[in-house]
């Protein structure tokens, strides 16, 4: 903790700084954990009076439209808007030779130029600090070639109605010379292959992650008895979430006002700024409800949409008028999945389900989200490792996370395990066990971490193994491959996998609690809502650290210019960094209002007082008590008039950092809570169908502040996740590199009647290193769902499926009959 | 419509004539004792209880009537090819979608949407509320209008039967097992008053 | 969507008389479920200049059983035939079909005239912005035959380098399976003569000609209807194959069978090899599955619907089932 002899800015980095300790909760539960708690933004939200992006007007606004790409990759040789100028209504045109938009770019990759060089190289991975991080390079916001199909290119227009503009656009008159094209990464590494970058000679990517190594595979592979080698395919999938992206922006003078819909919206006023060259303090960023984001709102600078900021901005100083930028849908297909992959294996194993060694090749398309390895690293005791992971450009959109970078991760993690327990004809459950541990080191090592950190030591994925195996009924019904037909013909199949919990190591964010003079409390600070109920859980910490009840605590994290930004809701990190935030704001808010009321009691210290169930008492004495809001009745500036003196106010602020992201290893902070999930399918074998009929997840969240909105994620989680394995996928076509399913009809996700029963089971052991033990879940279901159905349906047919998503035609002629 | 404007279209049932004199004998002798039609495009009808009368142009959808015009923002557009469900109202007892309904087609009709439910204290609202039925929200009250047209029409639902009705209704945060926890509920209430 | 002129047609004389005078310029609209979705998307190079509306001609949604025929206005919701009790009674095919067609909501809106006058759903077809000008739109090539082929007909095309194109329908073939009759403004159509191959076109309507109702005779006692559906998800999608078929039998054994596929061809495929096949049999997987072969025999699947063959089998041989 601080001491006393620092200053003011270091005593807050200071008490900002994460700890390795286990945090120990010194309060009573009342709110933290209970059910039936009514969400925050739960009636706005089902009343419909929730205002997301897509739904603000403004008087007078325009409507903002950009052209996308017919072509996988072309330029434009002639383009003449004459005709669309014409058409009334419209009013503003924005051509790809505007001088004012000529030459702005996006950055290709990651967050600002130079961002994850400089953690890269400060964490001794790379020795330069990289420019952006391996992708595609600066991106005109609106060029004159198309790099991929649906590309926004060559003119934008602002016109009275959309309808206008659409009409606008279709009224351009333009010649295009088409390029060649690749669609597989593979094709893309052929020597008679385009190349699709200017001034490149080969389509692949830089990234410093392109190989990974621990031990001596060789080595391993020497001492295994078996060796098992396969390859599998992971087709594209992407977020498709429920609102279509737009921004609404108006000039106020020099002052700019956006609504945002955006997952990091600091980040992306940081971005805009730069871009647009504005400074930081004129720019107001309102961040309306969101629907869906997943990722893809996630990364301001890689995403095309970002664009439409930019040309938004520009139409909006032009017309004098606020400009409303819209995408429709199937213009929401502008990414994919960071996990467009062809994965070679090289497995050794011993007979008792000892894994000796790991050898993955992995071949991504676009962009590589994590090489494939690093779960071998966090979370088993396997040592030897290698990995070589590259990735290639092809003509598609820029990859992303999709509600989670750890998707390769996962990816080759189950298909690893379930691979090697059938290969040796053992329960995967027992090899998961086996195998289990961290950086080569087995659970002793982890076992010690916890005892000298302050954790219990719980076997956590012992635990999640148990809890799951009685909820699915695994000992009764897991049999060998292909052995079970059911009585309505359908085989019958289970798998299981497993993985460290989400206890992540990153997220930075900041907060205030104002105690109004009332004796409620707000918390100040800006959050986009994404779903993932935080401000509930924030309020429920609050709560019960300051003593009062869930309904005083309120939050209206709408606006950006409050001062204090909350960590972003992603990363499975929002509660694990902010709730540490809130609950330092509340203690420090707490001792300030101890200390006002001892003022008020006149003879006792603030450390002889306590709050509980909105009253300050006097521990020795509990019967002596005053209300909070009693005490704070003044504690507010006030009109200065008749008699009335104000008191300071009560208000508290904090910021927390939960750690570096690349560091987790390095500064010793192993993840020490598992997750187990388990499914049951059905096989149809003469159509080829796979159905779903029962998920079971286990995942230790360490404490759940919130149940049902941890069973929520977990729900979620496992329709998308299961979705993503059976029936979501990108289709090009092969000819001419258009995406053919740019609708919610043809990119199929499930409905409320396509799966059997989801279980959503949590333990709550302590071991993560959130508040009071808590740990994330927001997107490990969904991240560990998917190759999950690749053993399920072995399990059911006795042949493996290793090309994902798997469809009936996959199917079907695994067995030998399409 | 350029053919019909160069001739004369009866304003009472648009039959077209090639001399102005011609229509004027037609109206007088077929129609003398109709009042003179509203203008095309005059719609009148009832949303959440208020009736509203409106000038309409041909190619707007009833849901850009209620969400644009109208300001009422529950009925989102998610898909907006009649594949989620997301833009449902109520049309006179109906669930349907209102991104693929013409609002000229809706004159007469009487609409609910998820404001309307809300207000009128249906116990929807609070058992989806208590039941945290929703992540991101944007899809919910497409879910709840068409939970209320079903529970009208079937006020002792099955589990079965509630997943069926919703089956419409898609929810990219897969808030699925959580709705019919909470119709069971709301159709509880509604029951036992 | 763009500007359009719209009617309110008060008569079906009133309705032709409009799309007289507009020819391919005007469209019918009943509930509008396919319609405006090609609109919005802007597929076609012409965009219809008027709709005529059909919703406001009184007395086309009706459902009602007299003299052993079901007769079912055009305007009639597929939900209310779907739930109607005299449909699940004596005509199940039917019902089912209904039942399984796109959505709940799509279901309270979507006609069944309008179903069986549905356009194509082919990928290409369909791509925003009119994307791909093909054989179907007056262009010069079809681009499914090369192309990513996977939801297309595994029977051929309407045209040897033609359309591939299958019919979406889900109840046009429970209609044929129960040899139902269209009425139009003009003529009574067999149903099992509405649906054309012709390349730009579904069903053999001219330009002015309307449906009016839909004729459903009552299968004889001694027979039974059913419909299944394969498709990827169980709502809100359309058949990658259908199928239904009417079965009478005696004595347990197969009298007479009536078996029709969809969205495996461009138009419903009736399955009369299978039917052949199953005539004199009684109800076993063994027979239903060699109907299922036989109704497949004369497939030939493009590069990337092999698959569908195996299904449309299983499909016909689950119908056949169905019906026991
Ligand atoms: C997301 C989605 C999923 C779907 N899934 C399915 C599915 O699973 N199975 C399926 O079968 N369909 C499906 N459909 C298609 C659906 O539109 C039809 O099932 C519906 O029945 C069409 O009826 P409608 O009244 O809305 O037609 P409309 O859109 O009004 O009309 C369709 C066409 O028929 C013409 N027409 C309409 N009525 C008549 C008439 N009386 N005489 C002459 N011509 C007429 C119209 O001019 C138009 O060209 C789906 C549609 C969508 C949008
Ligand atoms: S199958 Fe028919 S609709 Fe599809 S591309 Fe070919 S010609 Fe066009």
Not at chain 1, 771 to 793: C, F, K, N
Request: some cysteine.
């Amino acid at each position: 903790m601080a001491s006393d002899n620092l200053g003011d800015y270091e005593r807050v980095q200071e008490e900002g700084k994460y700890s390795l300790e286990a945090d120990i909760p010194t309060i009573t539960f009342t709110e933290i954990g209970k059910r039936g708690i009514r969400r925050m933004d739960g009636y706005e939200k089902a009343s419909g009076k929730a205002i997301y992006t897509r739904d603000m007007q403004l008087p007078g606004m325009l409507y903002g439209r950009v052209l996308m790409s017919p072509y996988a990759r072309a330029k434009i040789l002639r383009m003449d808007t004459g005709r669309a100028e014409a058409l009334p209504g419209v009013r503003s045109i924005m051509r790809y030779d505007d001088p004012e938009i000529e030459g702005r770019g996006l950055n290709g990759s990651y967050f600002a130029p130079g961002w994850v060089g400089r953690q890269l190289k400060r964490s001794g991975l790379v020795e330069d600090e990289l420019e952006g991080w391996g992708l595609k390079p600066v991106r005109p916001v609106l060029g004159d070639e198309a790099w991929y199909e649906g590309q926004p290119v060559g003119v934008a227009v602002a016109a009275d109605s959309e309808d206008i503009a659409n009409e606008a656009l279709r009224l351009v008159d333009m010649d295009w010379e088409e390029l060649p094209f690749v669609l597989d990464q593979e094709e893309a590494l052929k020597p008679d292959a385009p190349i699709l970058r200017p001034n490149s000679d080969s389509n692949l990517l830089e990234d410093p992650r392109q190989l990974l190594e621990v031990g001596d595979v060789e080595k391993g592979f020497k001492e295994a008895d078996r060796i098992i080698e396969f390859t599998a395919r992971r087709n594209a999938h992407l977020w498709a979430g429920a609102e279509m992206a737009s921004v609404l922006v108006r000039w106020r003078g020099d002052n700019l006002e956006m609504w945002l819909r955006e997952q990091q919206p600091y980040h992306a006023k940081m971005l805009f700024a730069e871009w647009m060259d504005l400074p930081m303090n004129r720019i107001t960023v309102h961040s309306p409800y969101m629907g869906c984001s997943f990722g893809e709102r996630g990364n301001p600078a890689n995403n095309p949409s970002n664009g439409m900021n930019i040309l938004a901005a520009l139409f909006s100083k032009r017309t004098g008028r606020p400009v409303k930028f819209l995408y429709n849908r199937n213009e929401t297909f502008f990414g994919e999945s960071g996990d467009m992959m062809v994965s070679y294996f090289k497995v050794g194993a011993k007979e008792d389900g000892t894994i000796t060694a790991v050898q993955i090749k992995n071949v991504f398309a676009v962009y590589m989200c994590t090489p494939g390895i690093e779960h071998f690293i966090d979370n088993t005791r396997i040592p030897n490792l290698k990995c070589e992971a590259i990735t290639v450009d092809v003509s598609k959109a820029a990859a992303w996370w999709d509600r989670c970078e750890q998707l390769p991760n996962t990816f080759c993690f189950t298909l690893v395990f379930d691979h090697v327990a059938a290969e040796l004809g053992m329960d995967p459950t027992e090899v998961a066990l086996k195998n289990d541990g961290y950086d080569s080191r087995d659970t002793t090592h982890l076992s010690k971490y916890k005892s000298e950190h302050g954790f219990p030591d719980r076997d956590s994925l012992r635990e999640c193994i148990k809890a799951g195996k009685k909820a699915i009924g695994w000992d009764e019904k897991w049999h060998p491959p292909g052995t079970k037909k059911l009585p309505n013909g359908k085989m019958h199949g289970m798998a299981f996998t497993w993985d460290h919990a989400w206890d992540d190591v990153r997220g930075t964010g900041s907060a205030a609690i104002l105690i109004e003079n009332d004796g409620t409390v707000s918390i100040i600070g800006q959050q986009a809502d994404i779903g993932v109920n935080p401000w509930t859980a924030y309020c429920q910490i609050v709560a019960d650290e300051l003593g009062m009840r869930y309904q005083d605590i309120n939050i209206k994290p709408f606006d950006l210019d409050q001062g204090f930004a909350l960590m972003s809701p992603d990363g499975s990190c929002n509660l694990c960094s902010n709730g540490i935030v809130l609950r330092k704001a509340a203690r420090k808010a707490k001792k300030m209002l101890l200390e006002l009321a001892a003022q008020k009691f006149e003879d006792v210290r603030p450390e002889e007082l306590d709050t509980k169930d909105r009253i300050i008492y006097v521990k020795s004495d509990p019967k002596r008590e005053k209300t909070i809001k009693e005490v704070v009745a003044r504690a507010m500036p006030m009109f200065a008039s008749a008699g009335y003196w104000s008191e300071a106010p009560v208000i508290a602020w904090a910021w927390h950092t939960h750690g570096v992201w690349g560091e987790a290893l390095e500064t010793g902070r192993p993840r020490l809570g598992r997750q187990s999930h388990f499914i049951e399918v059905e096989v149809d074998t003469e159509t080829g169908t796979v159905e779903v009929s029962r998920v079971v997840n286990v995942n230790d969240v360490g404490k759940a502040v919130s149940p049902e909105t941890v069973e929520g994620q977990m729900y979620g989680g496992s329709y998308l996740g299961v979705g993503r394995s059976l029936t979501e996928e990108m289709i090009w076509d092969g000819k001419t590199g258009v995406l053919l399913n740019r609708n919610l009809l043809d990119y199929k996700y499930a409905t409320m009647v396509d799966y059997g029963p989801v279980d959503a089971i949590f333990l709550e052991t302590g071991l993560g290193h959130g508040p009071y033990g808590a740990i994330g879940v927001g997107e490990a279901t969904a991240t560990m769902m998917p190759a999950l159905l690749g053993p399920a349906v072995y399990n059911a047919i006795g042949h493996w499926i290793d090309d994902f998503p798997i469809t009936p035609d996959k199917v079907l002629k695994a067995l030998g009959k399409a | 419509m350029k053919e019909a404007m160069s001739k004369f279209l009866c304003p009472y049932c648009s039959t077209t004539f090639g001399v102005f004199e011609e229509l004027k004998a037609h109206a007088i002798s077929d129609h003398k004792t109709e009042s003179v039609p509203a203008p095309e495009g005059l719609i009148r009808l009832t949303v959440n209880r208020e009736v509203h009368e409106i000038q309409v142009e041909p190619q707007w959808t009833l849901n850009y009537l209620i969400h644009d015009r109208l300001g009422l923002t529950s009925p989102k557009m998610f898909c907006d090819r009649g594949a989620c469900g997301s833009c449902t109202v109520i049309l006179d007892g109906r669930p349907i979608l209102s991104c693929m309904t013409l609002a000229i087609e809706c004159d007469g009709t009487t609409i609910e949407t998820a404001e309307g439910i809300a207000k009128s204290n249906h116990p929807l609202l609070d058992s989806y509320v208590k039941h945290h039925t929703m992540q991101c929200g944007y899809c919910t009250p497409g879910f709840i209008t068409t939970s209320k047209a079903f529970l009208d029409r079937n006020p002792n639902p099955t589990e079965e039967e509630i997943r069926e009705a919703l089956s419409g209704n898609l929810c990219r945060c897969g808030t699925y097992p959580q709705h019919p926890k909470a119709v069971l509920e709301a159709a509880k209430n509604l029951r036992e008053g | 969507m763009k500007k359009f002129s719209h009617v309110n047609a008060l008569t079906i004389d009133e309705a032709v008389s409009i799309l007289r005078r507009y020819g391919d310029r005007a469209s019918l609209i009943a509930g509008g479920t396919d319609l405006l979705g090609k609109m919005k998307d802007r597929i076609l190079s012409r965009y219809p200049e008027a709709l005529v509306n059909l919703k406001t001609i009184p007395g086309l949604d009706f459902i009602k059983e007299e003299n052993r025929i079901l007769e079912i206005g055009a305007l009639t919701r597929l939900e209310d035939i779907a739930i109607d009790q005299t449909v699940r009674g004596g005509y199940a095919a039917l019902a089912q079909a209904a039942n399984r067609t796109a959505s709940p909501h799509l279901r309270e809106m979507g006609t069944i005239g309008g179903n069986i006058c549905q356009d194509i759903r082919c990928w290409y077809y369909r791509h925003p912005n009119n994307r791909f000008p093909c054989l179907r739109k007056g262009g010069g090539r079809c681009y499914a035959i090369e192309g990513d082929n996977r939801y297309h007909s595994i029977f051929g095309g309407s045209v040897e380098e033609g359309c591939y194109a299958v019919h979406p329908s889900d109840t046009a073939p429970a209609l044929i399976a129960l040899d139902a009759e269209i009425r139009t403004s003009k003529r009574t159509i067999k149903a099992g003569d509405f649906f054309q191959v012709e390349v730009t076109k579904t069903t053999v309507l001219d330009e002015d000609e309307i449906v009016t109702k839909i004729l459903v005779p009552r299968p004889p006692e001694n027979a039974k209807s059913g419909f299944v559906k394969f498709a990827l998800r169980k709502t809100i999608d359309f058949p990658i194959v259908n199928c239904a078929a009417l079965i009478s039998s005696s004595e347990g054994k197969v009298s007479a069978a009536r078996i029709c596929l969809n969205a495996g061809y461009v138009k419903p495929y009736r399955a009369s090899r299978a039917e052949e096949v199953i005539v004199g049999k009684t109800f076993n997987e063994a027979d239903a599955e060699a109907a299922g072969s036989a109704a497949v025999s004369e497939a030939k699947p493009l590069p990337h619907n092999g698959y569908m063959v195996q299904i449309a089998k299983t499909m016909v041989k689950r119908a056949i089932l169905a019906c026991g």
